[in-house]
């Protein structure tokens, strides 16, 4: 069945991805649809053996309560974030620094945006601390494993 899915996600996931990293996050883009993509990020998470926690659909909440907060603007096309944890790397960082504490669960986000709808944007925070790095690590690897990238 794990074939199956990688090579369904492998027709539907523009394998050309590129990856950028700003200053408070890791980003990557690809050309695929909105949903593609998140169907691919959850099922990396699954895949690396975790649990999604809760999917924050953002953008819906954004779209639906602009009026409400005075705003005509439509920021997302499409925009989640995937909150889960692993309790191996957390007990692994936690182990180094207890205050790493503070970001768990970690988060993968996905959106789209209107000016852009041929891309799609996936990525994470940066953590600065040091302690940090099997986090990014192991966030890096759950992206690139969405994405197929090697």
Same mark, same amino acid.
């Given at each position: 069945?794990?074939?199956?899915?990688?090579?369904?996600?492998?027709?539907?996931?523009?394998?050309?991805?590129?990856? !950028?990293?700003?200053?408070?996050? %890791?980003?990557?883009? +690809?050309? /695929?649809?909105?949903?593609?993509?998140?169907? *691919? &990020?959850?099922?990396?998470?699954?895949? !690396?053996?975790?649990?999604?926690? %809760?999917?924050?659909? +953002?953008? /819906?909440?954004?779209?639906?309560?602009?009026? *409400? &907060?005075g705003s005509t603007k439509t920021l997302f096309t499409?925009?989640?974030?995937?909150?889960?944890?692993?309790?191996?790397?957390?007990?692994?960082?936690?182990? *180094?620094?207890?205050?790493?504490?503070?970001?768990?669960?970690?988060?993968?986000?996905?959106?789209?945006?209107?000016?852009?709808?041929?891309?799609?944007?996936?990525?994470?925070?940066?953590?600065?601390?040091?302690s940090m790095q099997p986090v990014t690590d192991m966030?890096?690897?759950?992206?690139?494993?969405?994405?197929?990238?090697?």
């Amino acid at each position: 069945m794990k074939r199956f899915i990688g090579a369904a996600l492998a027709a539907v996931i523009t394998v050309g991805a590129s990856a !950028a990293t700003a200053e408070d996050a %890791h980003t990557w883009t +690809t050309e /695929d649809t909105f949903d593609n993509v998140t169907f *691919a &990020v959850q099922n990396a998470i699954i895949g !690396a053996g975790l649990v999604v926690d %809760h999917v924050s659909h +953002t953008g /819906d909440m954004l779209e639906r309560t602009k009026d *409400a &907060v005075g705003s005509t603007k439509t920021l997302f096309t499409g925009a989640d974030v995937f909150s889960f944890c692993s309790a191996q790397t957390s007990r692994e960082v936690m182990e *180094a620094d207890i205050t790493n504490f503070q970001y768990c669960p970690y988060t993968i986000f996905v959106y789209q945006t209107p000016e852009d709808t041929d891309h799609v944007t996936v990525g994470f925070r940066s953590y600065d601390e040091e302690s940090m790095q099997p986090v990014t690590d192991m966030l890096t690897g759950i992206v690139k494993d969405a994405l197929m990238l090697d």
